[in-house]
């Protein structure tokens, strides 16, 4: 996708949508990380640098009654995360890998990072972010992947 078609849609607990341009993203403050990411299939890549826009910059206020946030992606790909592991410092939206600008297959041109829980909360092709009140479970996690996925706990299936 290019960078002057993406969007981003914000919907708040109270139903107001604030959308993102790729502009709009880029006027945000980013910044440079360098972490270890974690995938459910048990490969972890260690060092790994990024630059991306925190999530609470993104948010600009709104969530302040939600518990959770839906994250959208683009092809209809959904993860659920509890409020209090994207915000914090804890979760960007990313939009350059190892210096350079996110390629497709890496989540490009946008994708949420979520170093601390493992890769398939970090979605692919971000398009959106619905703040809710309560829990609503993505496309992995209705197919029995963990609701949290903290790879510490090797949370990667329902009872993990």
């Known amino acids: 996708m290019r960078t002057e078609e993406w969007r981003l849609d914000v919907l708040d607990t109270d139903g107001t ?3 993102l341009s790729w ?3 880029m006027a945000l403050p980013a910044e440079d990380l360098t972490t270890d990411i974690h995938c459910v299939t048990k490969w972890s890549k260690l060092d790994t640098t990024w630059r991306g826009v925190p999530l ?14 839906l994250v959208h992606a683009y092809g209809g790909y959904t993860t659920n995360l509890p409020m209090e592991d994207v915000t914090g410092g804890r979760a960007w939206v990313a939009t350059h890998y190892g210096g350079k600008p996110l390629t497709p297959e890496h989540g490009g041109p946008a994708r949420l990072l979520v170093p601390h829980l493992y890769l398939w909360k970090s979605a692919k092709w971000v398009n959106g972010l619905e703040l809710l009140t309560e829990d609503h479970l993505g496309f992995w996690e209705r197919l029995g992947y963990h609701a949290l996925g903290d790879p510490w706990r090797e949370q990667r299936y329902v009872g993990d």
């Not at 609470?56 to 946030?69: M, P």
């Open 56 to 69: 609470e910059a993104v948010l600009d206020g709104a969530g302040r009654l939600a518990t959770h946030v």
């Open 17 to 19: 949508r604030r959308r």
């Open 23 to 25: 502009a709009d993203l």
